[in-house]
């Protein structure tokens, strides 16, 4: 089992940055891939980035490349998120989620991810 609790959140302006935080109780948290997800409203929820149990992997939605980076530290059970040049659309609540599926190697499957965090909402405003 594996608790999930984000943060960072906030209201930023279009082309600011922010850094979320995802801490995962459980001494297992090194064996999960990580993903981070948003959901706008009235859209369905999307996939942004994910990441292999050792970090050594990474996957991103196209529409962050570039913008958006994940990583993590295993020795402090966090997941980070950090987003730079905020688009207005991205005003989301993001979620993260942790996965065992595929040996920790992660994706950017949602069908994957076997635990989610409650949500931390983003606002980009124009």
């Known amino acids: 089992q594996v608790q999930l609790v984000e943060s960072g959140g906030g209201l930023v302006q279009a082309g600011g940055s922010l850094r979320l935080s995802c801490a995962a109780s459980g001494r297992t948290f090194s064996s999960y891939a990580m993903g981070w997800f948003r959901q706008a409203p009235g859209k369905e929820r999307e996939s942004v980035a994910a990441?292999?149990?050792?970090?050594?992997?990474?996957y991103y939605a196209d529409s962050v490349k570039g913008r958006f980076t994940i990583s993590r530290d295993n020795a402090k059970n966090t997941v980070y998120l950090k987003m730079n040049s905020l688009k207005p659309e991205e005003t989301a609540v993001y979620y993260c989620?942790?996965?065992?599926?595929?040996?920790?190697?992660?994706?950017?499957?949602?069908?994957?991810?076997?635990?989610w965090g409650q949500g931390t909402q983003v606002t980009v405003s124009s």
């Open positions: 990441i292999s149990w050792d970090g050594g992997i990474t």
């Open positions: 989620a942790a996965s065992l599926g595929w040996g920790g190697l992660g994706s950017l499957s949602q069908d994957e991810y076997d635990y």
